[in-house]
């Protein structure tokens, strides 16, 4: 059964006929930064797919001109709250469980948790604009 998220989510699922999920970072305007509700949206995503039986591949991408610029600096006192050992709002932990294969389709820059959650993605697919960033020391 195809599902759609509406288009002002920052997480959109889409599910098409044939087994493909789509699952777009939708916020261009921060070149697809992400929210603390962003991460948890993405794991939830992940695990919800996961366990849906019409799914047989996953495509992640972002929207605009970036896969995802990392995580939000204007927010990151509350992307940093909490239990970071939460597996369950953990999107990349959800990405390494998932038994469906999970491409990454990447545009643009794919920065610190963008370039995290290429990792875990089984295979990579890259446009000739990608950058990949690790900003950890």
Partial sequence: MATKAPENEKIQIDVRPGGIAWVKINRPESLNSLTRQMIIDLARGFRSLDADDSVKVIVIHGAGRAFCSGVDLTAAED???????????????????CRKPIIGA????????????????????????????????
């Fill in 79 to 97: 992307v940093f709250k909490g239990d970071v050992r939460d597996v369950d709002t953990d999107t990349v932990f959800q990405m390494d469980r």
């Fill in 106 to 137: 990447v545009n643009g820059f794919a920065v610190t948790a963008g370039f995290e959650i290429c990792l875990a993605c089984d295979i990579l697919v890259a446009g000739r604009d990608a950058k990949f960033v690790d900003t950890h020391s």
